[in-house]
């Protein structure tokens, strides 16, 4: 099974910031690494697969970089909407489907 | 396009089961594959396993033993049992649409909070 580590766990950022997330996997997934967004009380959002395809519908300041086991989600300019959690998952050898621990992004 | 329903309070030892409804396409497309993931209290996202029509399932090694997915093509539903629950499997649970190639959910419903106590 790849295990996942996000880091860091919090981030306050002020918003309009470019702001960066890391996700590490304990083995090479390629680029096969996605990024999802979860806010208070709702599902998981997906937003990046193939560590850097935009799903439908995600603004262009949501990007995502990096293969084999470095990855990076870089937020261009805040937004008081992307206040929230973000989570990877590698997609590389699945089943088992496993994700990060996610990183908390809070309002500075 | 998936929503799901089941009771919010299952006792100690019970089993727990949940339905997922697929509206908007057909549960036999081969596209994608049907799963849950939960989430307990405060804490991050656990992937429980998944199928697709007509394929094998596959599930969380920590959970192979209780766990078990199904489908209903007839009500276009497929659904979830977790036996002999504990405490520990207080979580909201989502069912989702897993790409069958890239293997990421790319829809999700919104999750419904299932509570194990007595």
């Known amino acids: 099974e790849i295990m996942m580590t996000q880091s860091p766990a919090t981030l306050s950022v002020s918003p309009g910031a470019r702001v960066t997330l890391s996700c590490r996997a304990s083995q090479s997934v390629s680029s096969n690494l996605a990024w999802y967004q979860q806010k208070p009380g709702q599902a998981p959002r997906l937003l990046i697969y193939g560590a850097s395809t935009r799903a439908i519908g995600i603004p262009a300041r949501f990007s995502g970089s990096g293969s084999g086991t470095e990855f990076t989600l870089t937020i261009s300019s805040l937004q008081s909407e992307d206040f929230a959690v973000y989570y990877c998952?590698?997609?590389?050898?699945?089943?088992?489907?496993?994700f990060g621990q996610g990183t908390r992004l809070e309002i500075k | 396009l998936q929503q799901e329903s089941g009771p919010g309070l299952v006792k100690p030892s019970e089993t727990l089961s949940l339905t997922c409804t697929v509206s908007?396409?057909?549960?036999?497309?081969?596209?994608?594959?049907w799963g849950w993931i939960r989430q307990s209290p405060g804490k991050g996202l656990e992937w429980l396993g998944h199928l697709s029509y007509g394929e094998n399932s596959y599930y969380s090694p920590s959970l192979r033993s209780r766990v078990s997915i199904s489908v209903d093509t007839s009500k276009n539903q497929f659904s979830l049992r977790l036996t002999s629950v504990t405490a520990t499997d207080t979580a909201v649970y989502y069912c989702a649409r897993v790409d069958s190639i890239f293997g990421v959910a790319d829809y999700w419903g919104q999750g419904t909070l299932v509570t194990v106590s007595s």
């Open positions: 998952q590698q997609h590389k050898k699945w089943p088992p489907i496993t």
């Open positions: 908007g396409g057909s549960i036999t497309t081969t596209a994608y594959y």
